[in-house]
């Protein structure tokens, strides 16, 4: 598709329609492109924007294993093609050191899970709105070239299908072990804004749901399912 509202709001409706697991739906660019916790997802030309409709009949805690295993097939496809050190942040962003490279957001219906995966690929930073520039890279800004969006798409749904047969096959130890070797939050002196207020300490790991463990000051772990790390300090650092 060209321009768009919502690649995940055109597969959601595809979805109750009928289409099935695997219809993949691509947008040039949106005009609504939507970020997790209702926020707004800024979707320019040369980007990447796909939803992918899922029917896992698994249940609802298994979410956060979607988005992590959507991020893996993102990193791994980005790394492969680029060399470039893509990493992950809990939950769901795709990063270059501290800067946001894209990010996903799964959203669930019944029995069906639509995956939503932005990747700022040929875009240029100016077009991004001047408080949000220092946060955000993009392929072509860390590159300097463009690179070819439909092989960085074939390699990721090659990936994707990979993965979701992994997760399907309940190899979710892999899966977390994978990620937790590319994702910068764990080892780092967090602060996490959840809806049940702030924790503070350290992020150890990655559970079998997705969700963050954190050592408190206290000693005690704290199981984190949804948040935003809004401050990290490496170890090294404090
Ligand atoms: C986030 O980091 O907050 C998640 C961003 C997800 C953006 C993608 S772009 C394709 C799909 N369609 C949307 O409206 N959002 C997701």
Redesign the pocket.
């Known amino acids: 598709m060209g321009e768009i509202?919502?690649?995940?709001?055109?597969?959601r409706r595809l979805a109750q329609l009928g289409y099935g697991e695997g219809t993949v739906?691509i947008?040039s660019s949106?005009l609504?492109?939507?970020?997790?916790?209702g926020?707004r997802?800024i979707?320019p030309p040369g980007?990447?924007?796909?939803?992918i409709i899922l029917k896992p009949y698994s249940s609802p805690s298994k979410l956060p294993l979607i988005t992590i295993f959507s991020l893996l097939s993102a990193v791994r496809t980005l790394r492969g093609l680029t060399k470039l050190d893509v990493g992950v942040k809990w939950p769901?962003?795709?990063v270059i050191a501290d800067k946001?490279l894209?990010?996903?957001?799964c959203e669930a219906a019944k029995n069906t899970v639509?995956v939503?995966?932005?990747?700022n690929l040929n875009v240029n930073i100016s077009l991004f709105p001047k408080a949000l520039k220092k946060q955000v890279t993009s392929i072509k800004f860390e590159l300097g070239l463009n690179v070819n969006r439909d092989k960085v798409l074939r390699i990721f749904l090659e990936e994707f299908d990979k993965l979701y047969r992994d997760f399907l096959g309940k190899k979710h130890d892999d899966i977390i072990k994978e990620w937790s070797g590319l994702c910068q939050t764990l080892g780092s002196r967090v602060k996490i804004e959840t809806t049940r207020g702030e924790v503070h300490g350290i992020a150890e790991s990655i559970g079998e749901k997705g969700e963050l463990r954190v050592r408190c000051s206290d000693g005690k772990i704290k199981k984190v399912f949804s948040g935003d790390v809004v401050k990290v300090n490496t170890m090294e650092n404090i």
């Open positions: 509202g919502s690649s995940n709001d055109e597969a739906v947008a949106q609504k492109g939507k970020g997790r916790l926020r997802w979707s980007g990447l924007y796909l939803s769901n962003d795709i946001k894209g990010g996903i957001l639509v939503g995966i932005g990747i």
